[in-house]
């Protein structure tokens, strides 16, 4: 489906994206193609811009379509009807997907959410917590039970959420029944880290603050720039979790947190791990099998974001007294994230430089990693 986007292309300042598609989607004769935004990273998104200040936004993940219209400009009467049709100021969002947050907050973009997903204390981000303690923001509840009476009363723009709703498919119907559009957020399934910091540029374009969301991308590239200069040391470093039931919760290889650690000069002790093909980021494990695989590591993360973390080695050991064994035990090697890590979506750049830092022994001014003693 062509308009006359390829006439189009050439000086506009703006290149297609990729992704399989075609540029300039015909979405109606009323509309024609101007460019699209430029992505470096991000493989499950595309905006195009058509003229008289209409934007495309397309989630390749699903193929679910948002035409953003001017405030005072018609809706072309002739595009799909499977395109959503959002007016400007999208206002009004009930944003569940929690790694979102920080986008919006970065973009300077917390005026235009008006529900949350999580209360008030589920909130890392200071920014977020004082709207909801002002009342700007309200708890609409969580994805799988959303506040439909407050949500529709309060005349509810739009819903963004994260792939968790998958498991209450209800919920997606009941709130297009209602009237409000429901957009998926793919972003922790990009392949590589900047392309999950990459989306800023997706809501940039959702809420007009395009500007704002090329410089917050520019800065986190640079970041890496710096970082990926240096060469690979060859540490390994194994990044986990122990669940309740004592299982080793440890990422999928695919994950953007093996990546990280590769690009800020380690190598992911799991590597190999099978079922990197499933679109799962993590996987469970006996904790035999993490001693078999991970006894030599020479640095030890330990993921803080589902139980709050470790403050000790002492306090690590109590959860699992195996890893008194470990290479990294035994070296002072051992690490945990802080709790808002995973909140912190515009944050990657910081993180690659701290497990940097953590390699290189350079433990001063850390973000998001702190030592155990």
Known sequence: MLLFGLLWLHGCGRTDIGGGLEPGLDIGKELVYEGSIELQYAENFRVDFYKGGYTLLTVTMDGTQFLIVPENGEVPQAIDKEIVVLRRP????????????????????????????????????????????????????KYSKPDYELLVSNNCALAIENMMVSHSPEV????????????IDYSSYEPHPLGRVEWVKFYGALIGKEAEAERIFAEQAAMLEDVSASKGTGKTVAFFFITSNGMVQVRQPSDYVPKMIELAGGNYIFENLGGSETKRSTMNMQIEEFYASAKDADYLIYNSSIDGGVSSVEELLDKCGLLADFKAVKDGNVWCTTNDMYQQSLATGYIIEDIHAMIQGENDNMHYLYHLD
């Open 90 to 141: 999208v206002k009004d969002i009930y944003l569940v997907a929690s790694s979102v947050m920080d986008i919006f907050s970065g973009l300077g973009g917390l005026d235009f959410i008006a529900f949350s997903g999580q209360m008030e204390d589920g909130w890392f981000i200071e920014a977020a917590r004082e709207e909801m303690h002002k009342g700007n923001i309200l708890y609409a509840g």
């Open 172 to 183: 997606i119907e009941n709130l297009e029944n209602f009237g409000i559009p429901v957009m």
